[in-house]
């Protein structure tokens, strides 16, 4: 229970709601048990039990309630009798009817108003996993596993809509049904009601042990979800490869084991579900049994007690039994809700590392340059950058070179903070970049990253997501810019063009160009360049380039080039090799050293 506590803090803004399906419920509970009263006035009229009364009764007070409704009905009857028998009977059907109308009248209301929180904790919850999945720093997703968190934020959630109910079921609706239907058989009979007390908790214990280990089985069941989905998840985005690797029995076998644990593991935790209803009605009816026996020993031998009170009797005590079957089922729902909780917190109190300082300042622009001081990095275990220290003067253009695996990206990644330095700082105008709101600073940094991110949605809409507020005219004039324009007119519905998931309905070089086009609409004074040109033939490779040359103009720009040829005119190349530099300067320089990139500029020479 103790994680689906915390979920309630969901519920707080629908509890006006909560109130009115208590209310309701009490009043369905309190209908239920007057229906079922109800029959007694209806046998009485049957067996012709009811004595002439000619006069009203008297009301002395609660304790003698029993006496007053059964001498009041006598009354009620006498009267209506007068006008015929019948008269009397459609009259007691009616009160049922009457009775259970109401009975369910406040049975929907209560669950109409409970379909509001329900939802609304849904919604509210999806809602905070989404904004706390979106705001956790990038290396969480390194470890973690997309299709987990997408069961998390799909099913778990569902899981714990469901427990909702069942938890409002389980404190309000049937333990007032069973309270006020024991408070009736207690003033039709105390002595028969005394075996409902002893054996009831009983059952109760009974039931309890059960469900024992359903937290745990549940949680298996999501976590498998997870798994499957993430296989899903794996296997759509990479449909490509599996394809041309003829690799689909590989990962349909991964797939198919995955939902055969699912289907082992919701087996165990349905059939032990299903064992909840069941077992609570047979208990029941071995209570009743006893009630039976010992009742119909009262009226057919000490003759205590009338057959019409006992049958009565008997039909609230087996009303009691859809009250503890719902609740015995409705605790399952809770343990299992509880699982699902305790998954979809995980994701909400989960830190984030990269966090914003409490004093953090804002800044509006760039003026003199980006200072490395002695930063080492390692993702987990493996120190990817080693005290490294650099200076970017505003305005210069600086070529990140070296071998694949060298810290290239790492290096670029560090400077918008989406990775944070195990030492050293990273400054801005001489500002440590971690005192800085990481709004301004990303404000400041356009990106284009070595394989484009694009969206499945209009070209249109995905250039402008470099500045949500540009005019149509300075999207066409970044699309321009970055050699875009031509290919974009040529699609078949121009700007407004879907481009498919990832953008898959383009080609590479025109996926790097709608990317360098969004970063030419945001206009940022720091450029970042994960240049990937080496998978584009020379006719692309010449436009992109093209385009990336017109985006570093008068700005300062990282570059991270695997053609050395892009980057010749570099004011500075840094030679990079397991994390640290080697040699920096300009191209010329660099040459003459003979060293590092020397050797790199000749391999691809001779490759060339
Ligand atoms: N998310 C990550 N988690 C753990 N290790 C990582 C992660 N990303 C990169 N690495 C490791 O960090 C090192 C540097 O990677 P990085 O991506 O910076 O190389 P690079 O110089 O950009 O290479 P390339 O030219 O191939 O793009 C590599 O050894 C890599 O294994
Ligand atoms: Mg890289």
Redesign the pocket.
Known sequence: MEYFKKILVFAKPYKAYALLNVIANVFYALFGTLAMISLFPMLSVLFKQTAPLEQAPIWEGVSEIKTYVEAYLNYFVTQQSAQGEGRALIFMVGLIIGMFFLKNLFGYLAMYFITFLRNGVLKDLRNALYDKSISLP??YY??KRKGDSLARITSDVLEIQHSFLSILELVVREPLTILFTITAMLVLSPKLTAFVFIFLPLAGFLISLLGKSLKRQSDAVQKEQGQFLSILEESLGGLKIIKGFNAESVFGQKFKDSTQRFFDFSNKLLNRQNLASPSSEFLGIAVIGILLWYGGQMVLVEQSLKPELFITYMSLAYQILTPAKAMSKASYGVKKGNAAAERVLEILETKNNIPEAKNAIDIQDFSQSINFKNVSFK??D?D??KNLSLHIEKGKTVA?V????????????LISRF?EVSEGAVEIDQTDIREIKQRSLRQLMGLVS?DPILFNDSIYNNIALGDPMAPETAIVEAAKIANAHEFILQQPQGYQTHIGDGGNKLSGGQKQRLAIARAILKNPPIMIL?EATSALDTESEKLVQDALEKLMKNRTSVI?A?RLSTIQHADLIVV?KD?QIVEQGSHQELLKLKGNYHNLVHLQDLNS
């Open positions: 990038l290396s390194s470890e993702y987990q493996q990817v950058i990140l070296g071998q694949s695996g060298s810290g290239k990206s790492t290096l670029a990644n990775y070595q994960d991270i695997h990079l994390g």
